[in-house]
C-alpha cells in the first residue's frame, strides 16, 4: 500500500503464526522506504556499506487476524505511514524499547489498545543490503496502564512481561485490538514485578518533551537580564547548539544509552558530527528548528538563582513522581524540554556529574536550561508532598505546591496557560 508520502510504502501479509509455540494467525505489515532502496541518494544520503541504510531500520506490525476475515484491515498501514513520515519531517530515529504515547485507540475505534512500544521484530533479522544495514522494528499495541509501567521501569521489561501473557501478545508480540484488560488485570502479579523492577532498576525514562515553564523569583519578571528574554541585536535568547547537543543526551529520545549518571560537560566537542557513544543519527529529537537563531555560546553565563517556580500542565506534572522516585533517588538525572519554545529543566541527583547546579547553589540557570540539583531527603519528602499527583482523577487544576525553606514553588496548570505566549 503506498501512502500520501511517496517515501512510505507498507506492504501486508498473512501469516499463519505457529500453533506449536501457541502463536495465532495474524496479519504481518512491513514497511519499506525508511531505508534506502536506491543507493544514489535520491532520498536517502549514501554512506556505505557498514553503515545504516537510510534511517537504519524499516517498521513492521502484526495484527491478530479476526475470525472470517479475508483481506487485512488497512489502518495500520496508515498508522505506520505516520510514523513514517514524522521520521522523514524530524529525522528522529526509533530505537527497541521506545515508546509513542498516541492518547487515541490506534484503529479509531473504542479499544484501550492506545499506544505503542517497539521491539525487534521476531522473525526478521537484521538486514546487510548494498545500500547498509536494516533492522526491522516491530509497533506493538499497549494500554494506556502498560505504557505508564514502561515509563517508569523501562519498555523492554514491559515487553517481557507482554510475551508471558498470550492475549496480550505472546512471544510474537500480537496485537489484539479487541482486548480489553491489562496485563496487570489479567494478571496481578505482574504488578508486583515492575514496583520491584523500578526498586531495583529504576526508570529508564530520561526524558519528555512536555508542556513545561520555570521563572526565577529571584529577580522582578521584568527585570533585563531575565533568561528568557535577553535580546541581542534583534535575536532573542535561545538555547545554544552545545547546551542543546547536552539536553539531547539526556533525553537521547526518551531512552538513555548509558548507565552512568553523567551529564555530557557543557562544552564537550563533537567528533564527525556524532555525539560520543552514540549511534549515528541525522537529527535528534531536541535539536530546535530555530537552533540557527541563538546568540554565541560563551556570552550565556550561568547564574545561580535564589528561588524558582516550575510550570507543568497535568501531563508532566504526573510524571514528577517518576522522575523523582525512579530516577533521582537512583543517583540519575530526568529532562523536560518545552514544546511550545526553548525552555528546558533538568532534574539531578547528588551523584550526577557534569551539572551546573551544586548542592551549594542547586537552582542554576544556563540561559533558558535551568537545572534543579535535590538532595535524597528532599527527594523523599517532594514524594510524599506530591502524592496526589498520582490520582489524576481527583485532581482539580490549578494546583500549587510550595516548599518555602527551600524556596521552590510548583504549579500544576491547564493545557490552556501554556498555549498562551505570555504565561
Known amino acids: 500500500l503506498g501512502g500520501p508520502d511517496p517515501l512510505d510504502y507498507v506492504s501486508m501479509y498473512r501469516n499463519l503464526g505457529n500453533p506449536a509455540l501457541n502463536v495465532p494467525e495474524h496479519w504481518h505489515y512491513v514497511s519499506f522506504g525508511l531505508s534506502d532502496l536506491y543507493g544514489d541518494n535520491r532520498v536517502h544520503e549514501f554512506t556505505g556499506t557498514d553503515g545504516p541504510s537510510g534511517f537504519g531500520f524499516e517498521l513492521t506490525f502484526r495484527l491478530k487476524r479476526e475470525t472470517g476475515e479475508s483481506a487485512p484491515p488497512t489502518w495500520p498501514a496508515e498508522l505506520m505511514q505516520g510514523l513514517a513520515r514524522y521520521v522523514f519531517q524530524s529525522e528522529n530515529t526509533f530505537c527497541s524499547g521506545d515508546h509513542v504515547s498516541w492518547h487515541s485507540p490506534l484503529d479509531s475505534s473504542e479499544s484501550r489498545i492506545q499506544h505503542m512500544l517497539l521491539t525487534e521484530d521476531p522473525q526478521m533479522q537484521p538486514v546487510q543490503t ?3 544495514v536494516v533492522t526491522f522494528l516491530q509497533i506493538v499495541g499497549v494500554c494506556t496502564e502498560e505504557l505508564h509501567a514502561a515509563q517508569q521501569w523501562n519498555g523492554q521489561g514491559i515487553l517481557e512481561l507482554l510475551r508471558t501473557v498470550p492475549v496480550a501478545g505472546g512471544p510474537w508480540l500480537i496485537t489484539d485490538m479487541r482486548r480489553g484488560e491489562t496485563i496487570f488485570e489479567i494478571d496481578p502479579h505482574l504488578q508486583e514485578r515492575v514496583d520491584k523492577g523500578i526498586e531495583t532498576d529504576g526508570s529508564n525514562l530520561s526524558g519528555v518533551s512536555a508542556k513545561c515553564a520555570w521563572d526565577d523569583l529571584s529577580r522582578p519578571p521584568e527585570d533585563d537580564e531575565d533568561s528568557r528574554s535577553i535580546c ?9 547548539g552545545k547546551d542543546t547537543e547536552q539536553i539531547r543526551e539526556t533525553l537521547r529520545r ?5 548507565s552512568k549518571p553523567v551529564l555530557p560537560p557543557i562544552n564537550a566537542q563533537r567528533q564527525n558530527g556524532l555525539n560520543h557513544d552514540r549511534a ?6 531536541l535539536e530546535s528548528e530555530s537552533s540557527a537563531a541563538i546568540i554565541p555560546h560563551e556570552l550565556i553565563r550561568t547564574r545561580q538563582l535564589e528561588s524558582v517556580h516550575l510550570k507543568f500542565n497535568q501531563e508532566s506534572g504526573a510524571l514528577i513522581p517518576l522522575c523523582l522516585r525512579g530516577r533521582l533517588l537512583h543517583g540519575r538525572h530526568f529532562t523536560y524540554k518545552s514544546i511550545t519554545g526553548d525552555t528546558a529543566i533538568t532534574f539531578v541527583s547528588t551523584g550526577v556529574e557534569g551539572a551546573f547546579a551544586t548542592e551549594e547553589h542547586p537552582y542554576a540557570a544556563h540561559g533558558p536550561w535551568l537545572q534543579i540539583l535535590l538532595t535524597e531527603e528532599f527527594v523523599e519528602r517532594m514524594l510524599e508532598d506530591l502524592e496526589d499527583l498520582n490520582s489524576p482523577e481527583e485532581f482539580k ?3 500549587e505546591y510550595s ?3 527551600k524556596k521552590l514553588k510548583v504549579s500544576i496548570l491547564p493545557d490552556a496557560v501554556f498555549d498562551n505566549p505570555l504565561h
Open 130 to 132: 548494498p545500500f547498509g
Open 403 to 405: 516548599w518555602p525553606e
Open 280 to 285: 549515528p543519527s541525522r537529527k535528534d529529537s
Open 232 to 240: 541581542i541585536g534583534t535575536q532573542p535568547r535561545r538555547l545554544s
Open 397 to 399: 487544576l490549578p494546583k
Open 254 to 258: 526518551g531512552l538513555e544509552i548509558n
